[in-house]
C-alpha cells in the first residue's frame, strides 16, 4: 500500500496532497497535509459497536437478520463536549482534517452510510438508495463490507448503519486507526491544476455524494469560506488550463485553510 | 475481499442418541442450532476436533433455511469411533458452503450408539465476494 503518497498504514504523508472529490458538485478540494498530529500512535480500540437493540439490552450485540439504525461513533472518554460527545469524528476546523479506517469485527456485516446524516445517497443509477430492510435483493445496494474507510470533513455528521443477514446475535468489536491532519489549501493554481490532471501525485478520495445537500454548501461557504455558490474548485478538464488559472484565484482567495 | 474465521463449539446432550449441535462461540450471544450465512457468502470449514464418548458427528446443509420444515442434506460424517480425541486439521479446507440466495444453511448433527457427552469444535472461514 506504502507509495510516495500514503504511508505503510494507508495514511497520506506529511507534505503530499489529499484530493477529496465531489461528484455531486464535479468539484474537488485540493488539501496538503502540513502535519499529522497523532503520528505513529494511530491505533485505538474502540470497544463494542455502539448501539443497544432494545429486545436484545447488549451494547454492541447486532441482532441476527437486523439492521441497526442509523448512528454515531459517541466519544468514550468523557472529554468530548457539544456534538463531539455524541459523535467523535464531527468538527467544524477547516484546517482538520481525519482520515479513518474503521474495521467492525467480525467480518460479517453489511455496512451502510447516510451522508450527511438523514440522507440515503444513491447508489445505483440516480434511481436506488440503501434499505434497511431484511430482504438479500432490495439490500443489496450500497454497502460494504469489512475495513471502511472514510474522510470527516467539517460541518456535518455521518450516520453508520450496520447490518446482519445471518441467524446469529453477534457481538461486535471495532477497531479503528486514523490520522489526524493538520491541512492547508495549495494556494499555487497551477499546482492545483496539475494535481487535478494527475500530473502531480495525490491521493483521489470520492465523497459518496451524488446529490447536493445544505450541509455540503455550508460546509463550503461557512466554514472553507468559499464564494457564495461556489462549491469547491471545479474539476477542470484537461483542455481547460487556461481558464482553470485564469479562475481559480478568485475561486480560493477568501478560503480559509491554513 | 473480506474475511472472517470464526471458531464454534457444540456438545451432545448425554441422554440422545441423535441430535443437532446447539452452537456457540466467542462472538455469539446466543447459540444457535444452525448457520445461515449472508448471501453471497462462502463458508469454508478448515478443521474439526471431537472429543470425548464414541460419537458420528454429520455436516448438513439445506437449500431453504426458511421452509417451515427444512430438508437438510447430509454432505459428510467424521467418526470418533471410541473415547479419547480425534482432530482433523487439513491445508485444505475440509467442506465448503456457498449461500446463493441468503437461504442456504448448515448444522452439525450427531449419532451415537451410547449416549453420552461428546465434544465437537470447528472452525468457519466466512468469505466474502471470491
Redesign the interface.
Known amino acids: 500500500m506504502a507509495d510516495r503518497v500514503l504511508d505503510e498504514n494507508g495514511f497520506v504523508r506529511e507534505g503530499e496532497h489529499v484530493l477529496i472529490v465531489f461528484p455531486a458538485y464535479n468539484s474537488v478540494l485540493p488539501l496538503r497535509v502540513k502535519a499529522v498530529v497523532n503520528k505513529n500512535a494511530n491505533w485505538w480500540n474502540y470497544g463494542p459497536l455502539p448501539y443497544t437493540f432494545s429486545d436484545i439490552g447488549v451494547e454492541g450485540v447486532v441482532k441476527a437478520r437486523s439492521c441497526t439504525d442509523g448512528f454515531r461513533f459517541k466519544d468514550r472518554t468523557g472529554r468530548l463536549t457539544g456534538e463531539q460527545a455524541g459523535d467523535m469524528f464531527y468538527h467544524n476546523k477547516p484546517s482538520k482534517l481525519i482520515h479513518a479506517y474503521v474495521d467492525i469485527k467480525p467480518h460479517l456485516f453489511r455496512i451502510y452510510h447516510e451522508i450527511p446524516s438523514g440522507v440515503k445517497q444513491y447508489t445505483y443509477m440516480e434511481a436506488v438508495t440503501f434499505t434497511t430492510s431484511v430482504d438479500e435483493y432490495t439490500s443489496d445496494f450500497g454497502y460494504t463490507t469489512g475495513v471502511v474507510e472514510m474522510f470527516f470533513l467539517p460541518g456535518f455528521h455521518i450516520d453508520w448503519f450496520v447490518a446482519n443477514w445471518t441467524n446469529m446475535n453477534l457481538r461486535t468489536n471495532v477497531m479503528i486507526k486514523f490520522a489526524e491532519y493538520e491541512v492547508e489549501l495549495p494556494t499555487d493554481p497551477k499546482l492545483i491544476f496539475n494535481l487535478m490532471m494527475r500530473r502531480v501525485p495525490s491521493y483521489w478520495w470520492t465523497l459518496p455524494v451524488t446529490s447536493s445537500r445544505v450541509e455540503f454548501d455550508r460546509m463550503f461557504s461557512d466554514i472553507y469560506k468559499f464564494p457564495a455558490e461556489v462549491k469547491g474548485i471545479p474539476l477542470y478538464r484537461s483542455y481547460e488550463e487556461e481558464k482553470a488559472l485564469r479562475e481559480i484565484p478568485d475561486l480560493i482567495k477568501e478560503v480559509v485553510i491554513a | 475481499m473480506?474475511?472472517?474465521v470464526?471458531t464454534f463449539y457444540g456438545e451432545t446432550d448425554g441422554s440422545s442418541a441423535t441430535g443437532t449441535f446447539e452452537l456457540d462461540?466467542?462472538?455469539?450471544?446466543?447459540k444457535?442450532s444452525?448457520?445461515?450465512?449472508?448471501?453471497g457468502?462462502e463458508c469454508r470449514i478448515w478443521a474439526r476436533l471431537l472429543a470425548g464418548a464414541a460419537c458420528r458427528v454429520y455436516v448438513e446443509q439445506t437449500e431453504d433455511?426458511t421452509e417451515s420444515s427444512p430438508t437438510w442434506k447430509k454432505l459428510g460424517a467424521v467418526d470418533l469411533s471410541s473415547a479419547g480425541t480425534l482432530a482433523i486439521e487439513d491445508s485444505n479446507f475440509i467442506t465448503k458452503l456457498y449461500s446463493r440466495?441468503?437461504k442456504q444453511?448448515f448444522r452439525f448433527t450427531w449419532e451415537q450408539s451410547t449416549p453420552a457427552k461428546s465434544f465437537l469444535e470447528f472452525r468457519v472461514e466466512?468469505v466474502?465476494?471470491e
Open positions: 473480506t474475511r472472517e470464526l462461540s466467542d462472538v455469539l450471544h446466543s444457535v444452525y448457520i445461515r450465512p449472508d448471501k457468502m433455511v440466495d441468503g444453511a466466512f466474502w465476494g
